[in-house]
Each structure stands twice: as structure tokens, then as C-alpha cells.
């Protein structure tokens, strides 16, 4: 016990020395703690402010990048917009100017053989006038029996029914036409006969001279000027336009669509339905079109994920998908096209409708349980079938005229095969 207080005693001054010594020293070590914790707080606050300022910035940088991009797109848009107006627009002045230019040949050919006709007439005319005595009313009897076996003179009411009508299309052509070419009535002695109009009667032997005011252009010549039929304003209850002849020969060009009043606001389907609305020589086109219409509509012509196989999709229309180039659309093109369609189309048929291999799809064959390879909407559906329909036509107006009956009975045969099939789906749908 003694022991103890005395070990005590001996380091008691030491202690009391040391103490205040390591209080010092913690002191002043807590003290450079508490500047270092402030000094980095200070800085902590000046990098969240600066955290702060670079969110505000990212923020300002991502509205000015998403309005850049909402502007680019709209530019773009209408960009394209335009060019593919300015497209169809060129396309189809290239299929009117080619019509022209077949109308003027085949108004030239008709023009030489009036003149022909003409001059003939007249030496004709000139010959029985020549003939003529004042007293012979026999011999006038006679030479009227004779015109009116060759030529059958219609009554005025007959002519004027008769007298062909100048369409709206080449007014230019027609209408000059039309009002420069008059008739000329026959004269046996002092009493002339019923005036007859102007036609081209080949057959018939000349015996009325017919002439011309100012110009050598029969008015026959405004039959043959080809005109397209008024759009009507609402697709959907427009009619197709039957390609007619007339006869030159020479088809006039079927009425173009009007785009949907209710599909302006798609952000897609106005640019595909002025792609693929282009005067096509196949009847059945402009129906299989309205369809094509009508299932877009059932879903209110949005833009879709989805999209049809594309496991035997022809290559050139990948490519057009991809970057958006046309192939060359020739001769050469028609039977390329044609092939890859119905492998495609082929492939595309329900299971009740698969075709057994090297086989088209059975015609007579349209109905089935299941739709679902074919219930595709969007620019991926049958809008992409569509346009290797239009790449078929439209390589089929380069061919020569001499070829082009068949290829394009081919083609009709493959519109028609879909336009079908398209009816079938809307109706699954529309049993839904």
C-alpha cells in the first residue's frame, strides 16, 4: 500500500507537467480540423453551385438540341415533301408529253390523208361542174343521184348532233381546230344542196368538196385529244378512270387521287400516298389504292413498329427503305420486279393460302381463319407491296408500245390477286 503512493508521489509531477502540454496540442490539432472542415466546406459549396450552373446549361443545351432537331426534321419534311411533289410532277408531264407527242403524229398522218382527200374532191367538183349544161335538167338529176349514192347527205338536225364536241385537255389544238374547219356545200346548177359537215369517211367517194378557212386540221382532230376526268376532292368515293383509247390509239392518262382530308396530320402517310399516286395504265390501280386507303384509316394512318416479313423482301426495296434509292425502272427492271414480287407476295400468304413451291397463291382462295402475316399498317405494311406495284408499272410505260400488252396483263393479274386479298383482311378486321 505504502509502495503504491510512493510510485504515485514520484510521477504525479511528470503527469502534471505533460497534461496541459497534449491539451495544447489537441487544441490546436482541433482547431486545424475545424478550419480544414470549413475550408472544405467552402468548397463543397462552390462546387455544388458550379454543379448547379452546369445542370442549368445541360438543361438550356438539351432545349436548344431538341428545337434544333424539331426544326431539322420539319426542314426536312417539307424538303422532302417538295421533292417528291416536284417528282410526280415531272413523271407525269413525261406520260402526257409522251401521249402528245404519239396524238401529233397520228393528227399528221390524218392531216396528209384530208388533204389527199381534198385535193381529190375538188378536181371532182371541178369536173362536174365542168360538165353542167343550163338546160339539162337530166343530166342534173343524174349527177345528184350520183353524189347522193356516194355520199349520204345528213339532215342539219343529224350535223349538228353529229358535230364533235372539243374537250377541256389541249384546248390549244382542239378548240382552233374546231373553229377554223368549216364545210362547204355541193352546188348541182344554181340550187344547193344540204350542207354537210366535215368527216373521215375513207370508204365514200369524193364527191363533196370540202375546204378549210384558215387551217388543215380537221375538226375531227379535238376527238383526238386525250383528257383526264376531275379529281374528286374526297379519296375514298372516287371512282377509277378506265383507261380508254380513242381513235388514234393513243390511252388517255387515269385520274390522280386526292389525298384524305382526315390523314393531313399523319406524320407519314402524306409523302407515301403522293409517292405511289401517279398515273399507273391499269385500271385496277387506282381501286387497289383506295383499299390500301381504307385499312390506313382503320388505324388512323399512325406509323407502325410492326411490319411484313421481309425475309424474301426484294432487294431494291430494302435499299429504298434504307437510303431511299429508286432503282432504274426500264425494260430490264419489269422481269426483275416481277420475279422478286411474287416471291415476296408468296411468302407473305397466310398458312390457308400458301402456295405449293414454284406456284402462284390459288386466285379463288380468300378466305381464311387467320390474318396475321398480312394485318400489317405503316410504312412497313402494304405500302412497301405498293410500290413494287408502281415500279412495275412504271417500268412497263418505258417498254416499247409493241410489248407492253402483255406486261402489263401481267401486272393486272398480280393487282388484282392483291386488291382481293386486301379486301379479305379489311373484312377479318372489320368482324373484329
Same mark, same amino acid.
Given at each position: 500500500?505504502?509502495?503504491?503512493?510512493?510510485?504515485?508521489?514520484?510521477?504525479?509531477?511528470?503527469?502534471?507537467?505533460?497534461?496541459?502540454?497534449?491539451? !495544447?496540442?489537441?487544441?490546436?490539432?482541433?482547431?486545424?480540423?475545424?478550419?480544414?472542415?470549413? *475550408?472544405?466546406?467552402?468548397?463543397?459549396?462552390?462546387?455544388?453551385?458550379?454543379?448547379?450552373?452546369?445542370?442549368?446549361?445541360?438543361?438550356?443545351?438539351?432545349?436548344?438540341?431538341?428545337?434544333?432537331? &424539331?426544326? /431539322?426534321?420539319?426542314?426536312?419534311?417539307?424538303?422532302?415533301?417538295?421533292?417528291? /411533289?416536284?417528282?410526280?410532277?415531272?413523271?407525269?408531264?413525261?406520260?402526257?408529253?409522251?401521249?402528245?407527242?404519239?396524238?401529233?403524229?397520228? #393528227? &399528221?398522218?390524218?392531216?396528209?390523208?384530208?388533204?389527199?382527200?381534198?385535193?381529190?374532191?375538188?378536181?371532182?367538183?371541178?369536173?362536174?361542174?365542168?360538165? #353542167?349544161?343550163?338546160?339539162? !335538167?337530166?343530166?342534173?338529176?343524174?349527177?345528184?343521184?350520183?353524189?347522193?349514192?356516194?355520199? +349520204?347527205?345528213?339532215?342539219?338536225?343529224?350535223?349538228?348532233?353529229?358535230?364533235?364536241?372539243?374537250?377541256?385537255?389541249?384546248?390549244?389544238?382542239?378548240?382552233?381546230? +374546231?373553229?377554223?374547219?368549216?364545210?362547204?356545200?355541193?352546188?348541182?346548177?344554181?340550187?344547193?344542196?344540204?350542207?354537210?359537215?366535215?368527216?373521215?369517211?375513207?370508204?365514200?367517194?369524193?364527191?363533196?368538196?370540202?375546204?378549210?378557212?384558215?387551217?388543215?386540221?380537221?375538226?375531227?382532230? *379535238?376527238?383526238?385529244?386525250?383528257?383526264?376526268?376531275?379529281?374528286?376532292?374526297?379519296?375514298?368515293?372516287?371512282?377509277?378512270?378506265?383507261?380508254?383509247?380513242?381513235?388514234?390509239?393513243?390511252?388517255?392518262?387515269?385520274?390522280?387521287? !386526292?389525298?384524305?382530308? /382526315?390523314?393531313?396530320?399523319?406524320?407519314?402517310?402524306?409523302?407515301?400516298?403522293?409517292?405511289?399516286?401517279?398515273?399507273?395504265?391499269?385500271?385496277?390501280? *387506282?381501286?387497289?389504292?383506295?383499299?390500301?386507303? +381504307?385499312?390506313?384509316?382503320?388505324?388512323?394512318?399512325?406509323?407502325?413498329?410492326?411490319?411484313?416479313?421481309?425475309?424474301?423482301?426484294?432487294?431494291?426495296?430494302?435499299?429504298?427503305?434504307?437510303?431511299?434509292?429508286?432503282? !432504274?425502272?426500264?425494260?430490264?427492271?419489269?422481269?426483275?420486279?416481277?420475279?422478286?414480287?411474287?416471291?415476296?407476295?408468296?411468302?407473305?400468304?397466310?398458312?390457308?393460302?400458301?402456295?405449293?413451291?414454284?406456284?402462284?397463291?390459288?386466285?379463288?382462295?380468300?378466305?381464311?381463319?387467320?390474318?396475321?402475316?398480312?394485318?400489317?399498317?405503316?410504312?412497313?405494311?402494304?405500302?412497301?407491296?405498293?410500290?413494287?406495284?408502281?415500279?412495275?408499272?412504271?417500268?412497263?410505260?418505258?417498254?416499247?408500245?409493241?410489248?407492253?400488252?402483255? #406486261?402489263?396483263? +401481267?401486272?393486272? /393479274?398480280?393487282?388484282?390477286?392483291?386488291?382481293?386479298?386486301?379486301?379479305?383482311?379489311?373484312?377479318?378486321?372489320? *368482324?373484329?
Amino acid at each position: 500500500m505504502n509502495t503504491g503512493r510512493k510510485r504515485w508521489a514520484s510521477e504525479e509531477p511528470f503527469v502534471r507537467d505533460t497534461r496541459p502540454r497534449l491539451l !495544447s496540442q489537441l487544441t490546436a490539432e482541433i482547431t486545424s480540423r475545424d478550419e480544414e472542415l470549413k *475550408a472544405s466546406n467552402h468548397k463543397l459549396e462552390n462546387l455544388q453551385s458550379q454543379v448547379q450552373k452546369l445542370e442549368q446549361s445541360v438543361q438550356r443545351w438539351k432545349g436548344r438540341v431538341r428545337d434544333t432537331v &424539331k426544326s /431539322d426534321d420539319a426542314e426536312k419534311d417539307a424538303l422532302n415533301r417538295k421533292a417528291t /411533289d416536284y417528282y410526280h410532277e415531272m413523271r407525269t408531264l413525261q406520260a402526257g408529253n409522251l401521249s402528245l407527242t404519239r396524238e401529233m403524229s397520228d #393528227l &399528221k398522218d390524218e392531216n396528209q390523208k384530208l388533204r389527199r382527200e381534198n385535193t381529190a374532191l375538188t378536181l371532182r367538183s371541178d369536173g362536174v361542174q365542168s360538165q #353542167l349544161q343550163p338546160g339539162s !335538167s337530166t343530166r342534173i338529176q343524174d349527177q345528184e343521184n350520183s353524189l347522193q349514192r356516194d355520199v +349520204a347527205v345528213p339532215s342539219p338536225e343529224v350535223a349538228e348532233q353529229s358535230r364533235p364536241t372539243v374537250p377541256t385537255h389541249d384546248q390549244g389544238l382542239s378548240e382552233h381546230a +374546231a373553229s377554223n374547219w368549216t364545210v362547204v356545200s355541193t352546188e348541182v346548177a344554181e340550187q344547193p344542196e344540204p350542207t354537210a359537215t366535215a368527216h373521215n369517211d375513207h370508204d365514200a367517194s369524193p364527191s363533196v368538196h370540202v375546204a378549210s378557212n384558215q387551217s388543215d386540221v380537221p375538226a375531227e382532230a *379535238a376527238e383526238h385529244s386525250g383528257s383526264t376526268t376531275p379529281v374528286d376532292g374526297r379519296a375514298g368515293e372516287a371512282s377509277s378512270q378506265q383507261i380508254a383509247s380513242n381513235k388514234t390509239g393513243v390511252p388517255t392518262l387515269p385520274s390522280l387521287l !386526292s389525298l384524305p382530308l /382526315d390523314a393531313m396530320d399523319s406524320d407519314w402517310f402524306p409523302t407515301a400516298f403522293n409517292h405511289v399516286n401517279i398515273p399507273i395504265d391499269i385500271p385496277e390501280y *387506282a381501286p387497289l389504292l383506295l383499299k390500301w386507303v +381504307a385499312l390506313e384509316r382503320r388505324n388512323s394512318f399512325r406509323s407502325s413498329n410492326s411490319h411484313l416479313n421481309d425475309r424474301s423482301m426484294p432487294v431494291e426495296l430494302k435499299k429504298w427503305y434504307s437510303n431511299g434509292a429508286e432503282p !432504274s425502272l426500264n425494260r430490264k427492271f419489269v422481269d426483275i420486279i416481277s420475279r422478286k414480287f411474287w416471291l415476296w407476295w408468296c411468302a407473305l400468304q397466310p398458312s390457308w393460302r400458301k402456295p405449293v413451291s414454284g406456284h402462284r397463291p390459288d386466285p379463288n382462295r380468300l378466305s381464311g381463319p387467320r390474318w396475321q402475316s398480312l394485318s400489317k399498317h405503316g410504312k412497313r405494311g402494304w405500302y412497301g407491296l405498293i410500290i413494287c406495284l408502281q415500279w412495275w408499272g412504271v417500268s412497263i410505260m418505258a417498254c416499247p408500245e409493241g410489248e407492253r400488252a402483255v #406486261l402489263q396483263r +401481267a401486272l393486272t /393479274d398480280a393487282v388484282v390477286d392483291i386488291s382481293k386479298m386486301l379486301d379479305g383482311l379489311i373484312s377479318s378486321l372489320s *368482324a373484329l
